[in-house]
């Protein structure tokens, strides 16, 4: 493998969340919370309709992608509450590779955890069942196209921390 590949691959990784994060600043607040609401909405779908989100009452959740600068609080009120002002009960934190590769369960929340680039801090009980939750997420439940995106953005992100970190 080449040596431009290999810086190519990096740079790529590295430019990549600076662009998503200076695009996602103009987003107002509003706008972006309630396009997270139905896009969880619809990959929770089938949790949401067998209640077993019912565990999240009265609780806020907290999502920071860190290297985007995303971050907000889940509850569940009879239907999923966004908000970004919330105090959380546990926080996940992660960056957008870790979290693309288990949305696309090419990567295990556990494996993750370990390796300290999935943190939890705050309440450990829920933050296990939170993550259970995570796990049972069927890929195949969400529509063809972004099923397909997941998939493929997982494995270019695959490819490409492949390339930059050959020697």
């Known amino acids: 493998m080449s040596g431009f590949t290999q810086q190519f691959a990096a740079q790529v990784l590295n430019f990549a969340p600076k662009v998503s994060k200076q695009s996602l600043a103009m987003v107002p607040d509003k ?13 929770l779908k089938p949790q949401l309709d067998e209640s077993e989100l019912d565990f999240l009452q009265g609780k806020w959740v907290e999502i920071n992608v860190a290297d985007i600068g995303l971050r907000f609080q889940i509850s569940f009120e009879q239907q999923l509450i966004l908000s970004n002002k919330a105090q959380a009960d546990v926080t996940f934190t992660a960056n957008v590779p870790e979290l693309l590769l288990v949305a696309a369960v090419k990567e295990d929340p556990d494996t993750l955890f370990f390796q300290r680039k999935l943190l939890i801090d705050g309440d450990t009980e829920l933050g296990l069942e939170v993550k259970n939750l995570l796990l049972s997420i069927e890929l195949d439940s969400l529509p063809a196209a972004a099923k397909i995106a997941i998939e493929k953005l997982a494995v270019t992100l695959q490819t490409l921390q492949q390339y930059s970190q050959s020697a």
């Open 31 to 43: 706008l972006k919370l309630d396009l997270l609401a139905k896009l969880l909405n619809l990959m």
